[in-house]
């Protein structure tokens, strides 16, 4: 499970449980939707993984190449 949240300096993106490769690209595709609609000048990203479980070979093929 991935959840994306926007504070009024940065976003957090939280992640928990396991991550297949088809959530791990349906969170790509809504990071790349939001981040394209950002206007502030700057702004933070706190990522929280502490409850993540390992990920698997697949999902790990797709996010190292």
């Excluded at 940065?10 to 206007?39: P, V």
Aim: with cysteine.
């Amino acid at each position: 499970m991935y959840k994306i949240e926007r504070d009024p300096a940065c976003y957090i993106l939280t992640f928990s449980g396991s991550i297949r490769a088809d959530e791990m690209q349906r969170w790509h595709n809504a990071s790349k939707t939001t981040l394209i609609g950002e206007t502030a000048p700057s702004f933070g990203v706190i990522i929280n993984m502490k409850d993540l479980q390992p990920i698997d070979s697949e999902t790990k093929t797709m996010t190292y190449g």
